[in-house]
């Protein structure tokens, strides 16, 4: 709820709102007012003489006691000079902008207020965040910062401020800077389950997934009802091999938001891992029920049927993601190991070609072109493909057993043992094992 304070000290606007709410925060907008009164719109062209402002000013008071679902997303406690009554009109009316989406125009007004009273704490939040909402992380990060110096410790501003300078931080891959961020937030509210659950996702973003863990664990405990943090868990449990847990995690996400297409998908990546296909289909079947534009359950549907051996099915969900997306390049390699499995090796090249044409650093197509042409007897052109597939990724065992079969085809022995001995190094011992017990290779 929102309430109005006049007291001593000026105006106050204490705004509460419910914390375990969205995670992504500021994310929800609420249904658009109605623009059609002549009053408001003068109210958002400026002001014209004293009687104009006084009534600007009561149209602000009413605007700030009206809106709890704006002031709420941004949360906290918003504090005016009452001397500076043009810069509490016009973040008023920068507050409307940004509850009907118009974050261009909330820009253009919480400026204004920014500049009339450069101490209005507000102002700074709600452009920071508009800033955010147009993409704009750097400028919002600007703003943030700018607000953030104003009172570090405030009690509700600042820890809104810290937290979506984070995100911004976040989402252009400063993920440390995004942490300190979030320390921060927790240092001012340590019950904060929403700094928790984005500081886990920069642990993440880090590739610290027992960190993430640890976060997520706080996150659940403070909010345990959140489906989002039990299921961003189990992608952190997966990405340690603990695929039982990240099963686990999916089911509990899933029981708590039965319409959630990613617990489903990630479920089935779990499933996928440990090789139990059939349950893996079935989940990702449920994942693009909910959401038939899912490219990547797509995609790992198609694997899991490939699996099985249903070339069909694997080809016509990667038939479905190409139709939803040409510009989809591990679409055009898996189709092609499919047309490779079924013996049509020249549309299999056709396709790693699209694939490596889309992306150029793809060395898995590289890998499966090279194992196409080998099976045609071109080992010269196998050989180039694995060389490539060496070049971008130096630690990948399958390219170097690759080229040193085809040395081996071309009578570089030495090259050829060489090659297979690195793939054993590197973990896979198949290759020199079986040029050995062939003969090949001492």
């Not at 590739?207 to 868990?233: E, H, V």
């Not at 049927?305 to 990667?318: R, T």
């Not at 510009?327 to 299999?348: E, L, S």
């Not at 490596?356 to 196998?382: F, P």
């Amino acid at each position: 709820m929102t309430r109005l304070i006049i007291g001593e000290t000026g105006i106050k606007c204490s705004v509460f709102s419910v914390q375990h709410g969205a995670l992504k925060g500021l994310t929800q907008n609420p249904e658009p007012r109605t623009q059609n009164s002549e009053r408001e719109t003068q109210f958002r062209r400026g002001f014209k003489g004293h009687n104009e402002m006084k009534r600007h000013v009561l149209i602000a008071l009413w605007l700030l006691a009206i809106a709890p679902s704006v002031f709420g997303e941004i949360g906290g406690e918003v504090a005016f000079d009452p001397s500076d009554i043009e810069s509490i009109a016009l973040t008023a009316t920068g507050s409307a902008h940004f509850r009907d989406g118009e974050y261009r125009l909330s820009v253009d007004a919480f400026s204004h207020a920014i500049e009339l009273d450069p101490s209005n704490l507000s102002a700074h939040a709600y452009l920071g965040a508009a800033h955010f909402f147009l993409e704009e992380y750097k400028l919002a990060i600007a703003v943030f910062s700018r607000g953030i110096a104003l009172n570090p410790n405030h009690a509700s501003l600042s820890r809104t401020m810290y937290m979506k300078r984070g995100d911004c931080y976040r989402h252009l891959g400063s993920h440390r800077h995004a942490i300190r961020d979030y320390n921060n937030v927790i240092r001012l509210d340590p019950e904060s389950d929403v700094a928790y659950y984005h500081r886990a996702k920069a642990h993440l973003g880090l590739g610290n997934p027992r960190k993430a863990i640890r976060d997520y664990n706080r996150t659940i405990q403070l909010n345990p009802t959140q489906p989002i943090a039990y299921n961003n868990r189990a992608v952190a449990y997966y990405y340690l091999g603990n695929y039982r847990k990240a099963i686990r995690d999916c089911t509990r996400s899933i029981k708590l938001k039965l319409e959630y297409a990613e617990p489903y998908f990630n479920r089935g990546k779990s499933y996928h891992a440990i090789e139990k296909y059939r349950k893996a289909i079935k989940d990702y079947n449920r994942a693009i029920e909910l959401n038939p534009t899912y490219l990547e359950a797509l995609i790992y549907r198609g694997n899991a049927h490939a699996s099985l051996e249903k070339y069909e099915e694997a080809k016509s969900d990667f038939d479905r993601v190409i139709d939803l997306d040409p510009t989809y390049a591990a679409a055009y390699r898996n189709r092609g190991f499919v047309f490779r499995k079924t013996g049509d090796i020249p549309r299999a090249i056709e396709n790693y070609n699209d694939a490596i044409r889309i992306n150029t650093e793809d060395d898995e197509a590289y890998i499966n072109r090279g194992s196409s042409y080998s099976y045609l007897e071109k080992y010269q052109q196998a050989s180039a493909d694995f060389t490539r597939a060496i070049e971008l990724n130096p630690y990948n065992a399958t390219a170097y057993i690759g080229r040193g079969f085809q040395y081996l085809k071309l009578n570089e022995t030495n090259l050829g043992c060489t090659d297979l001995e690195k793939g054993c190094e590197l973990g896979n011992c198949w290759g020199i094992n079986h040029a050995r017990k062939e003969g090949d290779c001492e």
